[in-house]
């Protein structure tokens, strides 16, 4: 026999429930006052590879579905506190009156999987938006200028360093230790060092790389300079000549 599901309990002081087209748009203005105010104070910066609007309105949705999640658990004993305060306290009409608020706000007539079904897409949204570096949405993402790579600084550990140009020849003797690195405009990117004979190449500090010459012969050491939201990006070779002592 199937089992009616209990009815949702009456909103405070006899108060009508809100249509839900008009809760929705309800909320939705909540969440937008609230991206506002992150947006104001500079909030918003935390999602740094979109625009302020997109991180505060990412921010308040998270916020605002915390804010759901938790008042079926914190209403009651939050209720409970206005009750036992004194009447005649400034305070107790205030808890009233938000407790009142957030029932007609927070609490939907829907069926529990229903509910959490929409929960979890909105938070699926916001978290494929926020964790996706916003690769996939050039609507959303900053715009930022294409790195340069200027030239390329090696340093030896018995002459002093020496200045390539992209491109150029570098001769290194056989199981010497050199480092590598990139001069770049902006300073701040993301680097990735290829070797053609060795592969990837562990990351360094900086945009700069460990080189040993292990291997006889000719070797291609390859950077790929990306922008901090990594929306931009160049490869730079550098030719290295292993040589015997």
Known sequence: ????????????????????????????????????????????????????????????????????????????????????????????????????????????????????????????????????DLGGFPILSVSEETPRLQSFSVYYLDRAPQTHMPGDTVEIRYEQHVSVEAKTLPARVLCTWSSAAKGSLPPEPGCSAQYNALLGGVDILTVQVQSMCKTKSIFASLNIRIVQP
């Open 1 to 132: 026999m199937k089992q009616q599901q209990p009815a949702p309990a009456p909103p405070l002081d006899g108060a009508k429930p809100i249509p839900p087209l008009v809760k929705l748009i309800l909320n939705l203005v909540i969440v937008a006052a609230v991206a506002a105010f992150f947006m104001t104070t500079g909030t918003s910066v935390l999602l740094t590879c979109a625009p302020p609007v997109v991180s505060a309105a990412s921010l308040a949705i998270i916020l605002w579905l915390i804010i759901h999640l938790c008042w079926p658990y914190l209403g009651k004993p939050i209720k409970k506190f206005g009750e036992e305060l004194k009447a005649d306290g400034g305070l107790k009409p205030i808890i009233q009156l938000l407790t009142a608020l957030a029932d007609l706000l927070l609490s939907w007539e829907l069926p529990d999987r229903t509910l959490l079904g929409l929960r979890a897409l909105a938070v699926v949204i916001v978290a494929t938006v926020w964790g996706s």
